[in-house]
């Protein structure tokens, strides 16, 4: 069966997540790459060490923006070109957007925010998210065309290939296709961008007030995290706008997720709980972020946050 994943780059580097889609990918058949806008051929190489053969690069500089309309042409052209009737992406504010948009013009069934492999025993039916993370459907996707988007840290990553071949892809886009221009982009600052991130540590309202913060940066550099807070630690102005997580904050699926002095109320946890491991500290052994973790330290974080830090250092020395 032929499988077409779409990868992204960020800064010409391919998110990790897109990796994750092509692992995904392999494990239901032959899987060709799409590419697009400005990516250097030894880094989409590289895709061919998680399972993809071939990548169609569309080079376009127009599509270094993530423009939607034309992002979703060159998915829909890509999978005509090597007649795939499975497409993978991995989620992300722009395969949001985009996963409708290649379904109607590929003629399939879409399932989004799948969170495991299928089960092919008896068809196809896909394990998906629902409300905000708190339940699960199973989906099951009748024969013919399919449009996935998978949740991170949906499958381990899978070095088992080489090399793929990289092909120059040209499409011929409309104007309909760049109706919108992105005219300017506010980046988050920092080496490690929250929603990539690897590693979380976050604080909330139970840190007192913004001075405590550096106990917290200090946790953070010391495990290579990114940092982020709840939300009304950004609300009073405790931390920058864009550190906050949850369901009206950005949604982060690091392997590990350290959260101090926060309740762990659910609007919290929608944007936390695909994280892989989850550690609350809290001094209330009833908070609620301890049903959502996976190690919990009772006590209180101006006390255990340092000897963590301290605990870090000696065991990396
Ligand atoms: C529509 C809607 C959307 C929302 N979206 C979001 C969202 O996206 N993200 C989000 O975070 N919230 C969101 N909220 C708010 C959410 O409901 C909670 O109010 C919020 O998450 C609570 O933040 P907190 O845990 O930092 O503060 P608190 O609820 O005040 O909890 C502080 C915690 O710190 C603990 N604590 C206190 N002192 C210490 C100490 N010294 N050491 C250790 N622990 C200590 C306390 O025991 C307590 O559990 C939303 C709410 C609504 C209604």
């Known amino acids: 069966?032929?499988?077409?994943?779409?990868?992204?780059?960020?800064?010409?580097?391919?998110?990790?997540?897109?990796?994750?889609?092509?692992?995904?990918?392999?494990?239901?058949?032959?899987?060709?790459?799409?590419?697009?806008?400005?990516?250097?051929?030894?880094?989409?190489?590289?895709?061919?060490?998680?399972?993809?053969?071939?990548?169609?690069?569309?080079?376009?500089?127009?599509?270094?923006?993530?423009?939607?309309?034309?992002?979703?042409?060159?998915?829909?052209?890509?999978?005509?070109?090597?007649?795939?009737?499975?497409?993978?992406?991995?989620?992300?504010?722009?395969?949001?957007?985009?996963?409708?948009?290649?379904?109607?013009?590929?003629?399939?069934?879409?399932?989004?925010?799948?969170?495991?492999?299928?089960d092919t025993s008896n068809g196809f039916t896909v394990k998906r998210g629902v409300f905000t993370g708190k339940a699960f459907a199973y989906v099951s996707v009748p024969d013919g065309n399919k449009v996935i988007t998978i949740a991170k840290n949906v499958v381990q990553l899978e070095e088992t290939g080489t090399d793929a071949a990289v092909e120059e892809f040209s499409v011929s886009f409309g104007d309909a296709d760049f109706g919108v221009k992105r005219v300017g982009v506010h980046k988050q600052e920092g080496d490690i961008l929250l929603p990539e991130a690897d590693k979380v540590v976050s604080a909330g309202r139970g840190l007192k007030g913004p001075e405590n913060w550096q106990m917290i940066e200090d946790l953070a550099g010391t495990l290579g995290a990114a940092t982020a807070c709840s939300k009304p630690v950004s609300d009073m102005d405790w931390r920058p706008h864009h550190e906050h997580v949850g369901q009206t904050g950005i949604k982060v699926a690091p392997q590990l997720y350290i959260a101090v002095g926060i309740s762990g109320a659910i609007q919290h946890l929608a944007g936390v709980n695909s994280s892989k491991v989850i550690v609350a500290i809290n001094k209330d052994p009833e908070a609620p972020f301890f049903k959502a973790a996976d190690y919990g330290v009772v006590g209180d974080a101006f006390e255990v946050v340092p000897k963590l830090i301290e605990a870090i250092k000696n065991s990396q020395n």
């Open 1 to 118: 069966m032929s499988v077409l994943v779409f990868i992204e780059a960020d800064n010409g580097v391919i998110k990790k997540s897109s990796l994750e889609a092509v692992t995904y990918g392999s494990k239901l058949g032959d899987v060709t790459a799409v590419a697009m806008g400005s990516i250097d051929g030894s880094e989409l190489q590289k895709v061919g060490k998680f399972g993809a053969a071939k990548v169609l690069h569309c080079s376009d500089e127009r599509l270094n923006d993530g423009v939607i309309a034309a992002t979703a042409t060159l998915i829909a052209a890509a999978a005509a070109e090597v007649s795939a009737a499975t497409i993978v992406m991995s989620r992300s504010s722009l395969v949001d957007a985009v996963a409708a948009r290649v379904a109607i013009k590929t003629n399939s069934a879409v399932v989004a925010n799948v969170q495991d492999l299928p």
